[in-house]
Structures are given as structure tokens and as C-alpha cells.
């Protein structure tokens, strides 16, 4: 028993941590940021004001997490996020393809409690930064609300992914809040005072059928008059979760301090939104459904953004200019939303796409007077139309991982986050960077200490693509579609493919490639032709008289024709694939994009692949092949598809597939890395959209590795992550290894982006 007097007053429990990197923020952006760094050798601190961790990414917000891939409705093709927030991604996957927003929770927590680096501290809000000079932070101060100690966190360097910036507020940092004018950095979408100048926040509401009816009687605070909402008669009685966006609210107040002021406003909306549902009798299949969970806490889209060396604005995403620090990359619309939200009487976003992905630079991820703190998630240094497309979690936790090998290397050399940004130090964080799986565009890996560059690689087979067979698939081209492929300079391959008519009729087929190397927009014809077709079966050959000036990727269009049955392949390869001229809504993708001329958008056309099940190849026949397939793009320091496979693929023929890796002296290996390829094309959504698998089809599941003496020194059954790190307990000394692998299915050939091996 403990029993003390009454005094005058007490104090809190006080606990001092001393650190390398104290990283403020636990959504995804703090947690890629934390984990990367731990796993480069940095002690960090990871502190979250929350019980749990994933901010609008986890189970008390439920967001879905995407980036680049924008649902598959743009045009940036294999463009999934890699490095640690790939790995969480995938991983979602893998254990949880229904979307279930507290499993996401589990698999966050369960990634950082496993690095050994980290110190997580939950329910800590940090309050107050201690400063050892006007621009350099020495500690921040929290209080847990749990455990009622109050925490000084002292390091070298500090990350601020805090969402509105607390430490960047609280050390004096510049900042901006709302948006520039047009004229500040030639922005031509900059938005109008009428329009608002702050996103707002949302709240979520999920429902449940109960198989019985369920009365409800609505709170004194519901919104009693829905038709204050503009849009309420397009909500329905079974759409719920982050689908309803666009209950939004608080643009035209502080979305920092009047947070609390909006979450009352949304919950009112929410509240009232469903006694209209279950009420208003307009929907008696709602009778049996009730509330099953209601956000505590909105999800916040905007407030302060802290200025860099570097502002990234509208033109560096449309122009996607080239930047000598680039780091990252985003790829999400720019998508602005009227101030005033779900009472707005405009669409609930303003969305426009770019034709690719966009670099980001390092110059955007730490603060320009204070020196020693990093940016990191949607407070970066960023226009507010560029945050627009900048703000999204995949690209947020994207550029935090930079941030990660940025904080390694500045304690490393002894440098401030400024001096990593120039030569020769920029060169090195992008070297570690994509030596952890990170893609920067235009950028390939030229890692010297890699074994295998000095070694020689054969394989028992390479992937001759002379033909995506045909299967009993039989599709109406009721929209227009492509085969996208890959070819060298020089002239284009005959083609063979496969139609029914239903009519005699004419079958438009274009060649079109893409005006920016990289792009998968097709904005340039480089030759059309008319083929007729008979009513019945047609074996069409095409015959291209166009040649390829550049290697990269072409676009075999297949205009739509409702008289026409298109034949499929069920064959899948790595960095092959179909693209349709079809419409999300979702993402304000209408098949073409025709933007008014003064807002500096481009126009252009979608063509965008289809999840699975669908999204079949074109069944087609290459005359001679397409020998993109060799071994020696394992080393050639590109992950992913981009103007090229970038993939060693075996032959389907092959049996038992397997690579050998030949020095001509012993090597001492400790450490192997391989890369797989689970389907950057594919968004993983992690919320309310179930997905076809858990395991992508490309993915090679089961693999051997056998030294010089054939004995088998490593075995993994059921593989289903990108990348794979194999570390020798005792170092491995070999003139030889040999990698068997299994191909994935009948119709997935055997395929490997990069093969690794270090001392």
C-alpha cells in the first residue's frame, strides 16, 4: 500500500531519452521514416500522440492508403511506392485482402515493435521543443496521458512528421498556411478566395446489415435538415467508410486550432446523414442495417506547410522537371476541394491528372532556418496547389523514407541535413536510398560493393516473347484497348492477333508511343491502319511500317468496335501488359482529360490497366520474339518496369529455372538480396476494397540457394514480399552460388528484377 500526506503541489514523473533521430508522428509517413532509419543502424525515438499507429491510415480514421497508382486510374503504370511502405503494403496484403482496418494496425505495430532500434512511445503529445540556438532544436518535451510521465527526447536530429508540424510550429520554423497566389510561382491552377484556399477534414461512418430491423433514433446534435447538403440525395444506404470523401468540412476555418470546432460540425453531418438513411424512408433497405463504428478523431487533409531550400510547385509536377536531388516521387492528381466541403454547391474535389510520375526533391524534406529538423509527410516544402498531389500517405511515407537514409548519413559525416543535399553527399543518399528498394525515376543503382558486378551470371533460360497464347477468354471490344510492349530501335515486329466479328466490318489499330520517355501516356501516332474484317473468326496480321527511334515502350490500340470479340491470353509476364481507354469516376478520369486552358493542365487520354481477374493480355503472336528478358538486367540498377522489363524472365519451357553466379576467385558473402516482383501496377488499397489475392501472381514463392559444393545453404517456401534479405549467421566463402527457383503458375513465368550479394 501506498499512502502520502498531503503537499502543496507534485510534479510528474520525468523520463529523459536520449537518441539519434527523434522522429514526432506515428501515421505512415513517421513509421517508413523510423523503421528505415532503425534499419540503417540509427537509434530512433518514435513518438505518437495516438493509441494506435497509421494516422489517417489506421482504424481510427480508415482511410485507404494509395500514391502514385491512383486506383489504376491515371496513366502512371508500375508505380506502386517501393521500399518500407511497399513492404507494409504488400504485407496488408498478404494477411489482410479484405480491407479490415484493424488488422492494418496490427501489421504497423507489429513492424516497429520488431526493430530492435526503435522506441515507440504511443499517447505522447509533444508540447514543447527545448533549442540549444535560434535554429537548432536540442529536445522536445510530451506527456503521456497513460502512464502520466511527461518525456524529454533529446537528439541530434529531429523528424517532424507530425501532420501540422508541431515541432516546426513550436522551434520557429517557416511555414505557410493556405494557398499562394497564381502570380508567386506562375500557377495557373492556384485556386480563388471563392474557391477556399484550405482543404478541410473528414469523418467516416461504417454500417452493417443485422438480419433484423434496427430503429434509430438520432442524437439532439444531428444535422436535422439534410438538404443543407448539396449532394445528399447521391448517398445511398450502402456506401459508407472513406468512399464518402467528400464529407468534408472546415476550409474556411483554422484546420489547426479550430479542429475541434470542425470534428462537432462532421459529426453532426454524419449523424444526420444517417437518420436520413434509416429515417426518411427513401431507403427501406436500410431497415435492417445499423451504425457499427463512427470517427472519434477526423482525418486532417491540410493545414501548415513548412518551407525547404526548395518549393516543388505546379509546373515541376505537370513539366515533370528533373531535379539533381531527387529523391522520391508522386504521381497522385492534383486534387484540390472547395473550402467549404460537403456544403459546397461544387464537386467535392477539382482533380486533374499529370501524364507521369514526378521526382520530388531532397531540398523539400527539411527546414530551411532550422538545422537539424527534417520534413516529412504532407507538411513538406510544397506549393499548396503542388501539396495538392504531394499530400496523399503512399507518396508522404515515400519521401519520409528518404528521410530515414538522410538522418543515417548526416550523423554518419557529421553534416546537417542541408550539406547531405550537395555533391558529393546527394549522390550517396540516392545510392542508399535505392539500395533499400526505393525508385527514383530517371535514376538506376551503381552500388561498387555489390558482388555481383564483378561476377559472371547465366541462367538456364531467358524469355524469348514470341507469343501470349490464346485461352477460351473472348472479350466485345466494347471499349478501346492496347497491348503495351516493349520494344527495341528499330523497326516493329509483325504481329498476329485474334477476332470474331459479328459483321463484316472495319478494325481501326493505331501504333502510338509516348511523347516523354518513361510516360506511358500514348500521345504520339506513329502510324494507323484499317484492317477488314470478315464475319466469323479472323487471324489479323499487322504489318507496321513505322520505326522505333527509341527504346521503350509502344502501344498496340485496338480501337473499340461493338461489332468485334477480341481474343485473350491468360498468360501473365513481368513488364508486359493491357491497358483499356476507360472510365473511373473515382479519380475524375472520363476516358479523356480536357481541362480548361488557363488552369495549366494538359489533355490527354487514359489508358489504364484493369484489376484482376480481368485485365487479361492481348492473345498475340511476335514474329522472331522480344528478347528484353536477358539475365544481365538483374545488374542493370532499375527494380521495376520503365522503358523496359528491366527483369530477368525465364522461359515458361523451363522446367526448373535457375541463375549461377561465377567468380573467378572465392568470394566472402554475408548477405544476399533478392527483388520480386509483386505487381507495382496493383494500388493495394488497404481499406474497404477487397482484393482477387494475397499473393501477387508474379511473385516467386519458393526458392533454393546452393553454394559451390550444391549444398543447399538457403531454402524459402511461400514467399510472398518484395524484397529478400538473406544474412548468413556465419559468412558464406564461395566461388559459386546457385539460385533454383519455382515459377509462380503455368502462366506466370519465373521472374527476378534484381539479384544482390554483399561481404
Request: proline letters at 5%; hydrophobic letters at 40%; aromatic letters at 8%.
Amino acid at each position: 500500500m501506498i499512502t502520502e500526506p498531503g503537499v502543496p503541489s507534485r510534479t510528474l514523473k520525468q523520463e529523459e531519452i536520449i537518441t539519434k533521430l527523434a522522429v514526432i508522428g506515428g501515421g505512415l509517413s513517421g513509421v517508413c521514416s523510423a523503421i528505415t532509419a532503425a534499419r540503417a543502424g540509427v537509434k530512433v525515438t518514435l513518438i505518437q500522440d495516438r493509441p494506435v499507429l497509421g494516422g489517417n491510415a489506421s482504424s481510427e480514421v480508415r482511410l485507404w492508403v494509395l500514391g502514385a497508382t491512383s486506383h489504376m486510374g491515371n496513366n502512371n503504370r508500375w508505380a506502386r511506392e517501393g521500399g518500407v511502405i511497399d513492404e507494409l503494403l504488400v504485407e496488408n496484403m498478404f494477411r489482410n485482402p479484405e480491407g479490415n482496418a484493424l488488422i492494418f494496425d496490427s501489421i504497423l505495430l507489429d513492424k516497429v515493435s520488431a526493430e530492435k532500434n526503435i522506441t515507440l512511445l504511443l499517447n505522447t503529445c509533444i508540447y514543447d521543443v527545448r533549442k540549444s540556438s535560434a535554429d537548432k532544436i536540442e529536445g522536445v518535451v510530451g506527456f503521456c496521458s497513460q502512464n502520466s510521465t511527461a518525456y524529454l527526447i533529446k537528439a541530434p536530429l529531429f523528424c517532424d512528421a507530425s501532420g501540422d508540424g508541431i515541432v516546426g510550429f513550436l522551434s520557429g520554423a517557416a511555414f505557410r498556411m493556405g494557398a499562394e497566389s497564381s502570380d508567386e510561382f506562375d500557377e495557373k491552377f492556384a485556386p480563388t478566395k471563392e474557391y477556399g484556399e484550405l482543404l478541410g477534414h473528414s469523418l467516416y461512418f461504417y454500417s452493417k446489415d443485422t438480419g433484423k430491423p434496427v430503429k434509430y433514433i438520432a442524437p439532439s446534435y444531428a444535422l436535422s435538415d439534410i438538404t443543407q447538403i448539396p449532394r445528399y440525395k447521391t448517398f445511398t444506404a450502402n456506401e459508407f467508410g472513406c468512399k464518402l470523401w467528400w464529407i468534408e468540412y472546415g476550409g474556411r476555418l483554422d484546420t489547426v486550432h479550430d479542429t475541434e470546432k470542425i470534428k462537432w460540425e462532421l459529426w453532426k453531418v454524419v449523424y444526420g446523414v444517417w437518420n436520413y438513411i434509416k429515417n426518411s424512408g427513401n431507403f427501406p433497405e436500410a431497415e435492417t442495417m445499423t451504425l457499427e463504428w463512427v470517427g472519434m478523431i477526423p482525418g486532417k487533409r491540410e493545414s501548415r506547410r513548412f518551407e525547404g531550400d526548395f518549393l516543388l510547385s505546379q509546373k515541376d509536377i505537370v513539366e515533370q522537371r528533373q531535379h539533381h536531388d531527387a529523391v522520391s516521387y508522386g504521381g497522385w492528381s492534383i486534387d484540390l476541394h472547395p473550402a467549404d466541403g460537403v456544403f459546397s454547391e461544387k464537386p467535392g474535389c477539382n482533380q486533374w491528372h499529370g501524364k507521369g510520375i514526378y521526382q520530388i526533391p531532397y531540398r523539400c524534406m527539411y527546414s530551411k532556418n532550422i538545422d537539424n529538423l527534417f520534413l516529412a509527410g504532407r507538411i513538406i516544402s510544397v506549393t499548396h496547389v503542388a501539396f495538392a498531389s504531394t499530400r496523399v500517405m503512399a507518396t508522404s511515407a515515400y519521401s519520409a523514407q528518404a528521410v530515414g537514409i538522410a538522418a543515417k548519413l548526416c550523423l554518419q559525416h557529421s553534416i546537417s541535413p542541408r550539406e547531405l543535399g550537395q555533391d558529393p553527399h546527394i549522390k550517396l543518399l540516392q545510392t542508399e536510398l535505392m539500395k533499400t528498394g526505393q525508385h527514383i525515376p530517371g535514376h538506376s543503382l551503381h552500388d561498387e560493393s555489390d558482388l555481383v558486378k564483378t561476377a559472371s551470371v547465366t541462367a538456364s533460360s531467358e524469355l524469348n516473347l514470341a507469343e501470349l497464347r490464346l485461352s477460351d477468354c473472348i472479350k466485345p471490344l466494347t471499349v478501346s484497348v492496347a497491348q503495351l510492349l516493349p520494344l527495341g530501335k528499330g523497326p516493329v515486329p509483325q504481329l498476329i492477333i485474334h477476332a470474331d466479328a459479328t459483321e463484316a466490318t472495319v478494325l481501326e489499330v493505331e501504333l502510338r508511343i509516348s511523347s516523354k520517355s518513361g510516360n506511358y501516356t500514348p500521345d504520339v501516332t506513329l502510324e494507323a491502319i484499317l484492317v477488314p474484317l470478315q464475319v466469323g473468326r479472323n487471324c489479323i496480321p499487322l504489318n507496321f511500317t513505322a520505326t522505333i527511334e527509341e527504346a521503350g515502350y509502344v502501344f498496340i490500340i485496338l480501337q473499340k468496335n461493338e461489332q468485334v470479340q477480341l481474343h485473350y491470353s491468360n498468360d501473365r509476364v513481368t513488364g508486359i501488359l493491357s491497358v483499356f481507354n476507360q472510365i473511373n469516376k473515382a479519380v475524375s478520369n472520363y476516358g479523356k482529360q480536357s481541362p480548361p486552358e488557363e488552369i495549366g493542365m494538359d489533355t490527354f487520354e487514359f489508358w489504364c490497366s484493369k484489376r484482376r481477374p480481368d485485365g487479361q493480355n492481348i492473345a498475340l503472336k511476335i514474329m522472331g520474339g522480344m528478347n528484353v528478358f536477358g539475365v544481365e538486367n538483374l545488374r542493370n540498377g532499375i527494380e521495376r518496369p520503365t522503358t523496359a522489363p528491366n527483369a530477368w524472365v525465364a522461359s515458361l519451357d523451363d522446367a526448373s529455372p535457375q541463375l549461377e553466379i561465377n567468380w573467378d576467385e572465392p568470394q566472402t558473402v554475408k548477405r544476399i538480396e533478392l527483388l520480386f516482383d509483386t505487381d507495382y501496377d496493383h494500388p493495394m488499397e488497404t481499406v474497404l476494397m477487397t482484393h482477387p489475392e494475397n499473393v501477387m501472381p508474379f511473385c516467386i514463392q519458393d526458392y533454393e540457394i546452393l553454394n559451390e559444393k550444391e549444398e543447399v545453404i538457403h531454402s524459402t517456401v511461400g514467399n510472398h514480399q518484395t524484397r529478400n534479405e538473406i544474412i548468413f549467421s556465419r559468412p558464406l566463402i564461395t566461388e559459386k552460388l546457385t539460385i533454383k527457383l519455382k515459377h509462380p503458375s503455368a502462366h506466370v513465368p519465373a521472374a527476378l528484377f534484381a539479384l544482390r550479394c554483399y561481404t
